[in-house]
Structures are given as structure tokens and as C-alpha cells.
């Protein structure tokens, strides 16, 4: 059993749902500060329910003269674990099956916490005078709200002045072998909320009424029809998902005075939050709506082209794999969208993400030392 092997599972047994940290910060600190980390844990939130967040950073002898801090990012917080009877092993017991380790977060991403831990230290016993600053900059409200976590962090990262060069996220991005994909950007996030104002009465008098419901259904029709934009050669076209719809007192023969539906735009950046609010707009007018919308930037797309970042940590994966990987922009949002503000490389790379957020999620034991190899090598890479 490796090093991060074991420090895979004591994350796991520590039982951190979002927003809880449930100590996996501390036992981090307790391997980083030997090591020589500066570690800060900053709170912010409500005083009754405060969000842990941890940076962490051991500067290289020129650090003051401008050489580079690459940063580990990442969350100590997982999702709720579902139903406990439909785990085939308790999600906070490390568990051993066919060849795979099972648990909460073992794939989302506590292994990969785990392996940039073991990979600093390993680099900095080989090369105690390394030149640049290697820094962690974690959270444990990344499932959440993600309002009091990263964003926060850098935040106060802008305020204390730090400068940071390049940032690998530990989100799980491969998809069938570790080494198989790394994030290299990703879309943007525009949510509303929609609603739509008629006249409630009774069924059998609908002249008497305005149903919102029949009033929306052209525009709604028209609006999944559109063409937003066409993407370009790193993220695919702009899309729009209704994800709820709601309207009605219960009863079946009122009919409601008004409608509510959610919805979401992943945006490339050949559109922008202000001209995809303007043009769906401008469809409900066109259609004689009453609406109002209440708009929410879950964060902009961001895009990191090759450079010393890519470079290093495809050479890093070709080493250790022998893979040649894809860079992708696809998938959900992460806290990169915060750091890119303040970072101007930000990747995303770690394990198989085939099992996160599942019941009986798990990564294979024989992806955790390569995983850790690839990070330790990108380090040799950037800061030797």
C-alpha cells in the first residue's frame, strides 16, 4: 500500500459533506507544514455555519524575484451520499472491491488531494532548493452554494497581492484511463429564472383568464430552435435547457396566474452573458409576454492554450501513460472559473470520472500512483 493510497483513504474516512470539511484540511496542513507550507485557513460565510478554506504555499528560493507559483486546487467537500442501504460498503469506509478503492469522494476528488499531496512531497525531498513557489488552494464549498470557497480565496489572494502563474484543479477528467483527457478550459454558466404573468380563473371560463401556460408555449417552442452560436475550435455551440417548469394551484380546474420556469445557457465565448439575456429576451417580447427574469452568472467560460502548463502536463501524461491526451472544454463548471480571474493558465486533470456523484463511486488502485506520478512530474517540469 502506497503513500497516497493511504492518504487517499484517511480522506475518505472523514466524512465531508458539503459544506463540511469534516478535518481533511487539517490532516493536509499536517503533511504540508513539515514540508515547509505557509498555511492559512481563511473562514467566510455565516458566523453559525463558516466555510473552511486552506492556502497553503512554500516559496522557492527566487520567489521574490519573480519566478513561478503553480498552485494545487482543489475541494475536501463531497456530495450527500444517497440512500446508505444502497452503498454495497459504508461511502465513509475505504473499501476494497475487484480492484477498485470505494468511498465518497474517491473519485471527486480525494484522490486526487491525495496524490498532489504525495507528489510534493516527493518532489521537494529530490529538490529541496527548487526554484518557484508551489501552493494549494482549497475549500470545502466547491458542491455547494460555491459562494464562500474559491471565489472568496482568490478574492483575497487579489488583496494580499499574491501573483499566480499556473493552477491545476484535481477534478476528475479522465474518462476511461487516467491520462486520457485534461480540461483546458470550460464554458460558461447563465441561469434564470423565468417568470411568466397571466390571469387565474376558473377552467371552464378560460375567457375570463389568461394561461400562462398556453401563452408561453410558442415562445418556449422557439426558443429551443435557436441557434445561439456556432462554438468554434475549442467549445462546442452555446445550448439552453429548460430544467423545471412549474405552474398550477393543485387543483384541476383552476387555471394558474402564472408560471416559473428554470433554465440555463453553457456558453462559448463567441456569445456573451449580455447578448444571450437580450436575445432571449427580445423572443418573449416579440411573443407579447408578461415576464420578469431574475438572471444568475455562474461564471464565465475561460480557455487556456498551449503553453508551459499544457506543454508540461501532456508531456507529464505521455511519460507516465504513454498516452497522447485530448484537451476537451466540455462537461459542467468548477471552481476554475474563479481562479482563471486571477491565473492565467488554469487546467483541470485527474482520475476516471465515470462513478462521481453515483452510489458505490470509486477510482482504480492502479490510477493512484500514475495520477500522483503525472503531478510530480508536471512539478519537475515547471519547477526543477
Request: hydrophobic share 35%; net charge negative.
Amino acid at each position: 500500500m502506497t503513500a497516497t493510497v493511504r492518504l487517499t483513504e484517511a480522506l475518505i474516512s472523514r466524512a465531508s459533506v458539503t459544506p463540511e470539511d469534516g478535518g481533511c484540511q487539517d490532516l493536509i496542513v499536517s503533511r504540508l507544514k513539515p514540508l515547509g507550507f505557509e498555511c492559512t485557513t481563511l473562514t467566510f460565510g455565516p458566523t453559525e455555519a463558516p466555510v473552511q478554506n486552506l492556502w497553503a504555499i512554500k516559496k522557492g528560493q527566487d520567489h521574490a524575484h519573480g519566478a513561478p507559483t503553480l498552485v494545487f486546487a482543489g475541494h475536501t467537500d463531497v456530495v450527500p451520499t444517497g440512500p446508505l442501504e444502497n452503498w454495497t460498503s459504508p461511502p465513509f469506509h475505504p473499501s476494497y472491491r475487484d480492484g477498485n478503492l470505494y468511498g465518497r469522494g474517491a473519485a471527486d476528488m480525494k484522490t486526487s488531494l491525495a496524490a498532489m499531496v504525495v507528489a510534493s512531497e516527493e518532489f521537494i525531498s529530490a529538490n529541496p532548493q527548487h526554484k518557484g513557489s508551489i501552493a494549494f488552494l482549497l475549500t470545502s464549498d466547491e458542491e455547494g452554494p460555491s459562494v464562500d470557497g474559491t471565489v472568496k480565496v482568490c478574492e483575497w489572494l487579489q488583496q494580499q497581492q499574491f501573483k499566480l502563474d499556473a493552477c491545476i484543479v484535481g477534478e476528475p477528467t479522465s474518462v476511461k484511463q487516467v491520462g486520457d483527457m485534461i480540461k483546458n478550459g470550460r464554458r460558461g454558466s447563465l441561469s434564470g429564472k423565468l417568470k411568466i404573468k397571466g390571469v387565474q380563473g376558473h377552467i371552464a371560463y378560460p375567457h375570463l383568464a389568461k394561461n400562462p401556460i398556453h401563452l408561453a408555449a410558442p415562445a418556449l417552442a422557439e426558443l429551443t430552435t435557436i441557434l445561439w452560436d456556432e462554438g468554434n475550435d475549442h467549445f462546442p455551440p452555446t445550448s439552453w435547457q429548460m430544467s423545471n417548469i412549474h405552474a398550477g394551484t393543485g387543483a384541476n380546474n383552476v387555471i394558474p396566474g402564472e408560471m416559473v420556469i428554470d433554465f440555463n445557457f453553457r456558453f462559448s465565448t463567441e456569445s456573451t452573458p449580455e447578448e444571450l439575456q437580450s436575445r432571449l429576451e427580445s423572443v418573449l417580447r416579440r411573443h407579447g409576454l408578461d415576464f420578469h427574469i431574475d438572471w444568475t452568472l455562474g461564471g464565465r467560460p475561460f480557455l487556456t492554450r498551449r503553453g508551459p502548463l499544457v506543454d508540461a502536463i501532456e508531456q507529464a501524461i505521455k511519460r507516465v501513460t504513454g498516452l497522447d491526451t485530448e484537451l476537451s472544454t466540455t462537461g459542467g463548471t468548477s471552481d476554475g472559473r474563479f481562479i482563471a480571474q486571477i491565473c492565467p493558465q488554469v487546467v483541470e486533470f485527474g482520475p476516471v470520472n465515470a462513478t462521481i456523484h453515483k452510489i458505490d463511486e470509486h477510482v482504480s488502485v492502479a490510477d493512484i500512483e500514475p495520477l500522483k506520478n503525472i503531478y510530480r512530474e508536471t512539478l519537475e517540469q515547471l519547477l526543477k
